[in-house]
């Protein structure tokens, strides 16, 4: 499932409006946003550390689903779309800080997006058979 650049566009404004409330002049003690999906009515929410509302968008195409994935990967892209231009640059946050995919309870069901100066989030793919190559490299070390 795709969502509609226009409705892309509202996600994107909606974590804009967000961001907003914490370019300060002092830096704030958030680490995470937790974002809620109600699959029922396709409700988004984004709450701080504290449970306080941040921003709110509905879409349509969300009414209905209830698979946690697709609002992973389309989540995921925009947020990465929107640190490749640079959207976080200018908020005063503590790093590192996170955007979770919440459930209902609150509880994280995913990281979307670890935004650190220092830090780099290695995908899994990337370690694929690192054991193994580990391994053999340690065997030609201890042969030598």
């Known amino acids: 499932m795709s969502l509609s650049r226009e409705t892309e566009n509202r996600l994107q404004e909606a974590i804009e409006k967000m961001a907003r409330n914490y370019v300060t002049a002092e830096e704030t003690r958030v680490t995470d946003f937790h974002i809620k999906v109600n699959g029922e009515n396709g409700d988004l929410t984004i709450h701080d550390d504290d449970g306080n509302q941040l921003a709110r968008v509905h879409i349509i195409e969300w009414e209905g689903v ?6 992973e990967k389309e989540l995921r892209s925009i947020l990465g779309k929107m640190q490749e231009r640079g959207c976080f640059e200018s908020l005063n946050i503590a790093k590192p800080y996170s955007f979770l995919l919440t459930d209902d ?3 994280a ?11 780099l989030v290695l995908s899994e793919g990337l370690l694929e058979g690192f054991d193994e190559e580990m391994n053999e490299f340690l065997r030609h070390l201890l042969e030598d």
Request: charged share 45%; aromatic share 4%.
């Open 66 to 71: 209830h698979d946690e994935e697709v609002f």
């Open 109 to 119: 069901i995913v990281d979307l997006l670890i935004v650190d100066d220092d830090t």
């Open 105 to 107: 309870d609150d509880v």
